[in-house]
């Protein structure tokens, strides 16, 4: 358990972290050890356990990530169903949710190693030069600790509450990482695109990780070409052979883009984390390529997780289920 990205280091780089897994074809001659990381994806909200508690509570479980989720509001006329089970009113915890960008600074100062990241932020919806700010600002609070997950929405109400529509939301989310990248990169930053336009302009801080913090995607293959395209990393929602079918297609979108697939980082979703193949399930993800597993407990599956004594139970019991 514990620090398991996915990465080709020397022993005396290895950071600290408890129970470091080592692959079965281990070269002692190179000393070089594939490991990969093991996080948590948790919805915070003010019905739940605090973000600094549960920081705390992961970097002491050996947890290596937290991944935050994003709505920020849940329209009542209800125009798009919900995609997980249409027939079904959506869960509470879609309209509870702290912000993530303000959770994952709470969660940064509090912790040393725990890497803190979105997953994800519905970039499409937001300001980009303010969020560029936050993502920046984060990125300094933590030590250079943040992963920037963004996706494009399936809520068509919520993306026309922001002025969005919602056939032009994958356009809207790439300009808006454009103009992002280009704060983060520049001293002076400009942009002159469909959707935006920046004159000229400072701001700090910039990030501390150069010349940006990763961006990655949650999407499913529909999107496999604007994540090959222009993204850091894919974050997938799939089963081991789901993700194992599906990563052929996305690595020949990034041949095609003019890519390398180490260009593309792979981070899965998790949400069965007390299978009894769960062991199994992340060894086949390592297998794969994937740098992350994200374990996830539904809080419609599991109601428990929205207490603060019931989530310290299930992380305890996710500890467990990958100490095995």
Partial sequence: M???????????????????????STSESSNLFLVIDVGVQFWPSDRTISVPDLARALEERG???????EHTHAPISRNTPWPKNPAEPLPMPY???????????????VTERLTVATGILLAAQRDPIITAKEVASIDHLSGGRFIFGVGYGWDFDELRSHGVDPA????????????????????????????????????????????????????????FREIAAWSDGWVAGHHAGTLTEELPLLRKRIEEAGRKSSDVAIHSIFADPFADDVSETIDAYEEAGAASVILFAPPWVYPEVETPDGAMRILDRLARQIRT
């Fill in 2 to 24: 514990g620090k398991r990205l996915i990465q080709w280091v020397t022993t005396h780089e290895m950071r600290q972290q408890p129970e470091v897994r080592r692959p079965r």
């Fill in 95 to 109: 309209m509870r949710m702290h912000d993530p960008l303000i959770a994952l600074a709470a969660a940064a100062v």
């Fill in 63 to 69: 947890f290596a990530s937290l991944w935050v989720s």
């Fill in 168 to 223: 032009r939301r994958k356009d809207v989310l790439r300009e808006n990482v454009e103009v992002m990248r280009e704060l983060w990169a520049h001293e002076v930053a400009s942009h002159s695109g469909e959707f935006y336009e920046l004159t000229p302009s400072w701001q700090w801080p910039k990030p501390l990780q150069r010349p940006g913090p990763p961006v990655v995607v949650g999407a499913g293959k529909a999107a």
